[in-house]
């Protein structure tokens, strides 16, 4: 079966432009996360879904970062415009919602520079 | 205070040794606690979950929990250099959330 799958999973871009993230999660998994990855900040929750809602995204930096869930097998991370602090490894992963040890399955990660 | 804390290291342990990852955490509704071992340049991936007070063992891993001092910790047996890699501990925040919240990662390096 295949794993939470991210793209694109290189991304290289001038500051100011848009960049998009992409993940695909589980098939059957309805909770869906969003992190971002940095060596001084370490793994932080940007935003989860259940059930394809927006449930907390209070990690969400500010209003230059988006995401969706349009339905249970899509979501997507935006940045417009996008700013060299935003070079980061951002990880999509999902698990099914409702029980507390429930595993967290990650993708593989998008590394983005932002130049 | 963050609400995951772990010393960053490195830990550096002898090949063979026990290996001991420490980890605090500030909200005491807590339900879970998980262990993530994440080599360089790749994705996390689950070593084992505890939720219940005292010791769970898995091989050459053990979790320990207590939840009255806040406090999580892995021991690792038999140290390989196999087992060199950032440990990550993450937290399920308590009540009807499914926040998952990790701290910074303690970097282990195995000396063969």
């Known amino acids: 079966d295949a794993g939470v799958i991210q793209s694109p999973r290189h991304e290289v871009t001038e500051m100011g432009q848009e960049v998009t993230l992409r993940c695909k999660p589980i098939?059957?998994?309805?909770?869906l996360f969003w992190y971002r990855q940095t060596m001084m900040r370490g793994l932080e929750l940007l935003i989860y879904f259940n059930n394809n809602v927006p449930i907390d995204d209070s990690g969400m930096p500010e209003d230059r970062f988006s995401a969706k869930m349009p339905n249970a097998s899509f979501s997507t991370l935006k940045i417009q415009p996008s700013e060299p602090r935003d070079s980061a490894v951002y990880f999509c992963?999902?698990?099914?919602?409702?029980?507390?040890?429930?595993?967290?399955?990650f993708g593989e990660g998008s590394r983005l520079t932002v130049l | 205070q963050k609400e995951v804390e772990q010393n960053s290291g490195p830990l550096s342990v002898p090949e063979g040794a026990i290996a001991s990852l420490n980890c605090t955490y500030s909200d005491r509704g807590s339900q879970s606690f998980f262990w993530y071992r994440q080599y360089s340049g790749k994705s996390p991936e689950l070593i084992m979950f505890?939720?219940?007070?005292g010791d769970k063992e898995d091989g050459r891993f053990t979790a320990q929990l207590n939840k009255a001092s806040q406090y999580v910790s892995l021991l690792i047996r038999d140290s390989q250099p196999s087992d060199s890699a950032t440990y990550l501990c993450?937290?399920?925040?308590?009540?009807?959330?499914?926040?998952?919240?990790f701290g910074t990662g303690t970097l282990l390096a195995v000396q063969p």
């Open positions: 098939s059957g998994h309805n909770s």
């Open positions: 505890i939720y219940s007070n």
């Open positions: 993450a937290v399920n925040k308590g009540g009807a959330t499914n926040k998952l919240i």
């Open positions: 992963a999902s698990r099914v919602a409702g029980g507390p040890t429930g595993e967290l399955f």
